[in-house]
């Protein structure tokens, strides 16, 4: 019997998700196959990037992962870089509302409180008494349904818990208001335990909030990579072994009688050359708006639900002062900011504060910090010139911090519709869309817009989309064998 042909994978989208999903197919498919990463931008990485700020390597996009979750470790041990893994230093964060800056306070699941929680520093007696009665009123709850994060709070808990506490902490990770956030999609186990009979949010946040430790230091909450995703992208590259093909967009997706046609490259005369390239199958890792685009006529039900995800567009600007002028920086990890603040910040990360290896005396004496600009259905953000965003940073760190001198060195970094929103009914969205997707032979969708817009989340589904196209291959070519039985478990 004469050996299978290798099998041709398509890649399209170089982010952490496409990178590795590529990563993974090599390891399923073995170095024999074929795999082509197109990627419509000049770099790898997506929302993924480390600059020189000042010499030292510092990410100016996603800067750490849950350290609960096991996708990054696993990857890491995977291309031998434990050694690269590490935990922010013992120092709390902040926040600001209400004219001041208080600690971050404890005891509270991404903001809403359990029982105990010291919300003294940060709300009115007002505001104290309506967190405080929450867990007596009746909830009204109708199992498996959803509705808008900030609505149910607001009712719940009042506008000062939701405004200067959830609000803040989750424009951290969706660069959104809560308001627009759908609960299910968003915490998904405090809508499981609503679902399991918990009688109040309250209840629901003490059966999630872990038991205080007796002894010892808690477990770390974050992890991040010395020397910047860069050193994980780079190793990924490396271990996949794909044909990367740079600068050049996807511009159609059809399927054919032997498997999948993409149309590359531009079709005006002054960009590249189009071409088609035939594969076997296709794992899609690329942002709502292009995925609805390129299922449009391959997976048309599956496009509709792409077409439905919000973005979000925000900026990062990173700042480098010396020590002695920056000598006022709180020995927090940073602070967020409450969106009804007069301020142009939504949040600083104190990056010398909170990482280990990039303090002062593990660099050159600079301090690095970040500040984070832009929410969701703020455009205009992006249109401000580099030096106004810049000056605004500076603006609102002297407010918050007193620091007033000029930095030595800026970055602005912007990231035009970045971060997917997970709005009412977002579950109901992406089933529809994997659903539609598993309809097709050969095709897989990875990304932030399914299970997780952290680097985990991205991680996992770009693995698991891998592994479905590997067991397509081996059931659809015979004499294939995959080198890994069964799929991912890391």
């Known amino acids: 019997m004469s050996r299978p042909r290798p099998p041709h994978v398509a890649v399209v989208g170089g982010g952490i998700s496409g990178l590795a999903g590529a990563h993974r197919l090599r390891a399923v498919l073995g170095p024999d196959a074929r795999i082509t990463l197109v990627e419509q931008s000049n770099r790898l990485g997506g929302v993924l990037r480390t600059i020189d700020l000042a ?20 990857l890491l041990r995977e291309l031998a870089l434990t050694e690269t893994l590490v935990h922010p230093a013992p120092v709390s964060a902040s926040v600001r509302a209400a004219g001041h800056t208080t600690g971050l306070p404890a005891r509270t699941l991404l903001g809403i409180p359990g029982t105990g929680s010291r919300l003294d520093d940060l709300l009115s007696a007002e505001g104290l008494d309506r967190v405080a009665g929450e867990a007596t009123r009746p909830l009204h709850w109708s199992a498996g349904g959803d509705v808008a994060l900030g609505g149910l709070l607001r009712d719940r808990f009042g506008d000062e818990l939701t405004e200067r506490l959830v609000d803040p902490l989750l424009g951290g990770v969706y ?20 679902d399991a009979g918990a009688p109040s949010l309250t209840a629901a946040a003490d059966r999630l909030l872990p038991p205080v430790p007796s002894t010892g230091a808690p477990s770390p909450v974050f992890g991040a990579v010395r020397g910047g995703y860069r050193v994980l992208v780079e190793a990924l590259l490396a271990a996949a072994d794909a044909e990367v093909r740079l600068g050049l967009p996807v511009r159609e997706l059809t399927e054919t009688a032997t ?9 005006s005369s002054s960009g590249p050359m189009s071409e088609a390239l035939d594969v076997d199958a296709v794992l899609l890792a690329v942002p709502a708006p292009a995925l609805r685009r390129l299922l449009a006529g391959a997976a048309p039900e599956g496009a509709r639900a ?17 020590a002695e002028d920056a000598a006022t920086l709180p020995m927090t990890s940073g602070v967020l900011v409450a969106a009804d603040e007069p301020l142009g910040v939504k949040a600083f990360t104190h990056s010398a504060r909170k990482w280990p290896h990039l303090a002062p005396d593990a660099t050159d004496g600079l301090i690095r910090l970040r500040a984070s600009l832009g929410r969701a259905g703020d455009a205009e953000t992006l249109r401000v010139p580099d030096d106004e965003l810049a000056g605004r940073a500076t603006t609102d760190l002297a407010t918050l911090t007193g620091i007033t001198a000029a930095p030595v060195e800026v970055h602005v970094q912007r990231w035009g519709g970045g971060l997917p929103q997970y709005g009412v009914g977002h579950g109901r969205l992406v089933e529809e869309l994997e659903q539609a997707v598993a309809r097709r032979p050969g095709l897989a969708v990875a990304g932030a817009m399914l299970h997780g817009v952290g680097v985990p989340a991205c991680i996992g589904t770009g693995r698991s989309a891998a592994d479905r196209l590997a067991a397509f291959l081996s059931s659809h070519q015979p004499g294939l064998r995959t080198l890994v ?3 991912d478990r890391s």
Not at 57 to 74: I, K, N, W
Not at 259 to 267: C, D, K, P
């Open 175 to 194: 660069a959104g208001r809560v308001d627009r956030l759908g609960l299910r999609a968003t915490i998904p186990t405090l809508a499981a335990a609503l």
């Open 485 to 487: 039985a069964g799929p």
């Open 55 to 74: 010499g030292v390597p510092m990410d100016v996009g996603a800067e750490a992962f849950l350290a609960r979750r096991p996708e990054v470790p696993a």
């Open 259 to 267: 498997g999948w046609r993409l149309e590359i490259g531009s079709a």
């Open 306 to 322: 792409a077409g439905e995800v919000e973005l979000a567009s925000p900026v990062v600007v990173a700042l480098a002062f010396r």
